[in-house]
């Protein structure tokens, strides 16, 4: 083909495609479509032509047609904002919500905030997000109504289906452990634990009015507490490839008194919390040479936030008894939110995404201490204590 012929093809492509957008302006779309199907079957078809091809059909009523068309331009552009509104507003109006909700979550990773875009555009994206959040629910209402008539009982079956249900509707997130130095494969991803699980808590617990007469005079004193946030630095310096992911609102508003740290035992807190640490007899405390046990009152001041994070090692749980606790203090893991109540203990896997916040008006403390994740075999808790011994004890020859 010569060089002015093709000029002269080119030239009808866009004569045909000025004259399909006349038409669809028009409302012939009819003759829109015509004209914007010749430069299809002519193979110079480009995004623009298949998104003028897409809004004819619609025009025209022929919603499948148009899912035809828009897809031409997802299968080369899958991340094409107004291929991906258009197919998911097509699917709605043929019935196919389920498929339409996947175009809908898509847009909203593409453009997660429409806060700077044109109007028009933002607009668009606004009422996509309000159909989505409507598919959504009506997909819940749905499974919710279809597993009830199978026997499912939101306060009585299985809380781990409910918590399945929940996932897959959407109403929580997906969360899984996420250590930051070590991995023990095959542990279960459980935010916080069955007490049932651990009959020495009772013992602990029962030791609380004892442990705020030896916090007391410390907590007073306010000399014995320095910031958490240093201490889990100088951890992290031991592993490979891990860094201090906390966040506070100021590190002066979480601060630790050590009673046990680094498995040593420290003076003269340690002396002066007898009850405190007698309540742990029997405690299956975490013990790594150079590491572990740690045992600690935590405080946190008013107003203070302790930013979403993960810990170190899930071949460990970690323990809390609320010993000061004003209202208005909460302690999330991953999907559940709970409140401190003075004297009781809770045990959670702190690899999980969790944060706090104290929103009240005085101080928050709680004992902390660690302990072997209980799944562990006697065999297994030997060699990960021998082995996070090695990896402090470690210096690289320079």
Known sequence: MTAKGFAMNAAAMEAAGNAGMQALRAGDFATAIAKFQSIVEAGAADTAVWLALSMAYQAAGDRQAEVSAVTHILDQDPDNIRANLIKADALVAL????????????????????????????????????????????????LQAEVEKAGFHPARSSRRFRDSLDILTGRKQRYVPTPRAYFFPELPAIEFYDRARFAWLDQVEAATEDMVSELMPILEEGTHFGPYIEVEAEKSAHFVGSGTKEAVSSVEDWTAAYLIRDGKRQSPLAERCPKTLAALDGVPLEAIEGRAPFVLFSKLTPGAWIAPHTGFLNSRLVCHLPLLVPDGCWFRVGNQVRLWERGKAWVFDDTIEHEARNQGTGTRVVLIFNIWHPDLTEEERHLVAALLAAVESFEPVT
């Open 95 to 142: 019935g196919h919500r389920r498929a339409a909700m996947g175009f809908y979550a898509h847009l909203e990773v593409l453009v997660p905030d429409t806060q700077g875009l044109p109007p028009q555009i933002a607009a668009e994206l606004k009422r996509a997000r309000e159909t989505h959040a409507k598919l959504k629910q009506g997909l819940s209402d749905y």
